[in-house]
């Protein structure tokens, strides 16, 4: 791929006057876009991609170019420098590749429907319009759009329309902003609105295939995260409107577009009669992070795509302190640390992960870019670690300031830590620095040696790691006085252990409330006076205990055998994230046995000795005024006590099935996903199959499908198996933007695992031409990496994805996954002997 040259410096733009003609029959349009802007020197050049240019104009003359599709631009020889008018009229393809602008499918009462939409970021706007598609190059924008239009169609873009003529629509002209943050969209719609205390329109749309009150809870959460915002960060919503729109086909998560937020289905809309807390809590988490955006990336937008991480760690952190604030009970931090928190803690112990700040090469790269557990997770986990030392007053005060230095323009992540350095009297920026240049974190190890407690860094690997000496400033938070603010040196004594543990009545501990992005390993000797005090600790540090114990095993620094013991202490716990960290580290256990053994026989009783007092208290339907605690805590143990085939279980599961047998949808959303799959597991037959695909094809509420799916990828049947993945490539029953789901769940099912992963093998190329555009692409390999654990396996992902190691945008990830397995394939032949002996000891 070509080398990145900044188009900025050598042109300009100020003013784009866009016009657009689209037919959704023809999958094709015409487009005619006017530049204004300043030209540094004669030679310039455009973005563009696939666009067939007719002609330019410079100055309204007539005027020779070149096509260099290599380098996706159009390259053009001015007669002189300085203003210049361009004009470019040309035409191109819509495609199915969900970038640029694209046809979403859908059906209603029988009838196929298409909504046409955009998504330009990363490096899509030029594939509508050529220009400087750049996120430095900020220029106003005016929109004309015709499309075949039916009567009832509804258009959106960033701004509102402001006439009509002979089927034209225009749009008033945009703030100065970014390219990548340009929409629109048109279609059949339905909405609901309401306004802001400050006048802000707020609309949720969505397609007419979905009930009304689908649109309701979005609504809600979107009119107060903006005047949260507003409030938060000192600094009116910049915009008229914020609409908010779903799309049926849609390949990221949700996309910030300044004043039209387009969000994948499952993000937007539910049913709010029937839709899981954590669902809930996921959607409006998504949403209070689109709308963190409209300000901290839109309003303000990283310099180059190498502060991405600005936008993207900012975002993340923003969504729980917005939704802390407007939905308090919900106490959503504990979901950070049951979700960004391990993401990032597994993914950033890997040798060869990429710094949060990374340098960006060539086009494919920016792609790459979008490490989740990185860029999103570490990257809020930084920020957070920010916030804690600063406050949130000076978070406040430096934000404003830097809104009203940066507004209508860039930043990069040094003006950032100027603001809130200013506005918190401490170097911000050199304590960030070495989190975030380099890669991965520290293990601080804890032990009293020779009568001092002392500290000590290393970094922290699972796998192989080649230690480079690195070293951190590792905010402590120790809970005894005599630990200092940060640790900026590798070992530290702390003074004497038997006298200072007598001062302190407690144990000894770091990282109080688990907001530095560090772990712990304490010699055995403290961790069993922090363990011998277990009561005494919140729901937090108890999972921080797991969690850490849990890394420190995979990292092969300690054994899982000696975590095997420990589990009983927490399996009592009310508290949804204890359970949480408690399964996952339990099902952490299963890569020790082989299915259908002895070995999986003893972990059955283990999960069922765990979960039986759980079951007994918490049963299979919700209670009336329940905890949220227990909401959330019961689809954990009905899990586990399935799992461990207990026959009440799956007895109580089978009837609830047959109860609902006609109206499946209705079942609890939070405990559907384990009713459906245990009854493929255990009462499957032909009917049952065909019946769960039908409701997968018909229905159109996103929780319930990813519940049909989880079950139907359960399937131990041969011919369903094939009849699933012969559906991989029919986007009538799974769209391409579901198929990873899919792909995972056969995967990861010991009776499917081969037919799946020869279906990727043989028909990568589909998969490339298909979803290969998408910035999620590489999570395909992800997938297989978590799963995959024998030597086979390991040497069959080897041989299929060394040779792609020089494909732009994948060298990384195949390089960490392949890592990945090794260490798990060394970690089972260590351990497995030590860990099902652990097991058979203590099931009863
Ligand atoms: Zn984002």
Do not use: C
């Not at 903006?226 to 914020?242: D, K, M």
């Not at 890394?551 to 013991?565: D, F, R, T």
């Amino acid at each position: 791929m070509a080398k990145i040259t900044r188009l900025y410096d050598l042109f300009q733009p100020e003013h784009y006057d866009i016009f657009l003609d689209i037919s959704r029959e023809t999958k094709h349009f015409r487009g005619k876009t006017v530049i204004q802007g300043i030209a540094q020197q004669t030679e310039i050049a455009l973005h563009q991609k696939d666009l067939e240019v007719m002609v330019v104009y410079v100055n309204d003359e007539k005027t020779p170019f070149e096509i260099d599709s290599a380098n996706e631009v159009i390259r053009l020889q001015l007669s002189q420098a300085g203003n210049v008018t361009l004009t470019v009229e040309y035409e191109a393809e819509l495609t199915d590749s969900m970038m640029g602008i694209y046809p979403s499918y859908y059906e209603v009462d029988g009838v196929q429907k298409q909504l046409v939409g955009t998504q330009f970021e990363t490096t899509f706007a030029r594939q509508a319009f050529p220009g400087i598609d750049e996120p430095e190059a900020k220029a106003t924008f005016d929109l004309a759009i015709k499309y075949d239009e039916y009567d009832g169609e509804t258009i959106l873009s960033n701004m509102p329309e402001i006439k009509v003529v002979d089927g034209i629509h225009y749009f008033d002209t945009t703030v100065k902003m970014s390219t990548y943050l340009i929409a629109f969209a048109f279609g059949d719609l339905q909405s609901k609105m309401t306004k802001t205390t400050s006048g802000v329109q707020v609309g949720v749309f969505a397609t007419k295939a979905h009930q009304a009150q689908e649109l309701d809870f979005a609504l809600d959460i979107a009119k107060r995260s903006i005047e949260f915002y507003e409030e938060f960060y000192h600094t009116a919503y910049p915009l008229p409107h914020s609409w908010q729109l779903a799309l049926p086909d849609f390949s990221a998560g949700a996309m910030e577009n300044w004043g039209l937020v387009t969000y994948r289905e499952a993000y937007l809309l539910l049913d709010p009669k029937n839709t899981a807390l954590e669902t809930k809590q996921l959607v409006a988490t998504v949403i209070a992070h689109e709308l963190a955006h409209q300000w901290f990336g839109d309003l303000v937008t990283m310099q180059w795509w190498d502060d991405l991480w600005l936008n993207e760690s900012f975002a993340n952190m923003m969504e729980y302190v917005a939704i802390d604030a407007i939905e308090p009970d919900w106490h959503i931090w504990e979901m950070f640390q049951t979700s960004d928190v391990p993401a990032a803690l597994q993914r950033d112990a890997t040798d060869g992960v990429q710094s949060v700040h990374v340098q960006v090469q060539n086009p494919a790269e920016i792609d790459a870019l979008f490490d989740g557990a990185i860029v999103y997770a570490k990257g809020a986990r930084m920020l957070v670690m920010v916030r804690a030392l600063i406050g949130d007053d000076a978070l406040r005060t430096g934000l404003k300031q830097y809104f009203n230095n940066h507004q209508y323009g860039n930043a990069k992540g040094a003006d950032l830590w100027a603001a809130l350095g200013d506005a918190a009297g401490i170097d911000v920026g050199a304590i960030m620095h070495s989190w975030l240049e380099q890669p991965g974190y520290p293990v601080v190890n804890v032990e009293v040696v020779d009568g001092q407690l002392t500290i000590s860094q290393q970094q922290f690997f699972i796998g192989e790691g080649q230690n480079a000496g690195r070293q951190w400033q590792i905010p402590l938070k120790g809970n005894y006085e005599v630990v200092p603010q940060i640790l900026d040196q590798p070992t530290l004594s702390l003074g004497d252990y038997q006298q200072l543990r007598n001062e302190n009545g407690q144990p000894f501990r770091l990282n109080v409330g688990n907001e530095s992005h560090f772990i712990v390993h304490y010699a055995k000797d403290l961790l069993a006076d922090i363990l011998g005090a277990l009561d005494q600790l919140g729901a937090i540090d108890q999972l921080q205990i797991l969690q850490d114990l849990r890394l420190l095993a995979e990292g092969n620094q300690i054994s899982y055998a000696e975590i095997v013991p420990l589990l009983e202490k927490f399996a009592d716990s009310s508290s949804a994230v204890v359970n949480d960290v408690l399964y996952r580290l339990a099902g952490d256990l299963k890569k020790f046995v082989q299915p259908d053994s002895e070995e999986e026989a003893n972990l059955q009783k283990l999960f069922n000795q765990l979960s039986a007092k759980q079951v007994q208290r918490l049963g299979w339907k919700p209670r009336a005024a329940e905890s949220n605690d227990d909401q959330l805590t019961r689809p954990y143990v009905l899990g586990a006590a399935l799992y461990a085939k207990n026959p009440e279980a799956i007895l109580a599961a089978h009837e609830l099935f047959e109860q609902n047998q006609n109206q499946l949808s209705n079942l609890s959303a939070d405990i559907r996903s384990h009713v459906l799959s245990n009854e493929v597991k255990n009462f499957n037959n032909e009917r049952l199959f065909n019946q769960l695909m039908e409701q997968y094809r018909q229905s159109t509420d996103p929780s319930y499908k990813a519940d049909l799916s989880r079950a139907l990828t359960a399937t131990t049947d041969e011919k369903q198996i094939k009849a699933i993945i012969e559906k991989f490539e029919d986007a009538s029953t799974i769209k391409p933007q579901d198929l990873r789901a899919w792909f995972r769940g056969l995967l990861a099912n010991a009776k499917g695992q081969q037919l799946t992963w020869d279906w990727i093998r043989n028909d990568w190329k589909w998969l490339e031409d298909t979803v290969g555009g998408d910035m999620e692409f590489n999570t395909f390999i992800t997938v297989i990496a978590n799963i995959f654990r024998t030597p086979a396996r390991l040497e069959e992902f080897k041989a299929f994805f060394e040779p792609k190691l020089q494909t732009p945008g994948l060298t990384r990830e195949i390089t960490m996954d392949i890592k990945a397995i090794e260490g798990r394939v060394k970690l089972i032949q260590a351990e497995k002997a030590a860990v099902n002996t652990a097991i058979e000891k203590i099931i009863a």
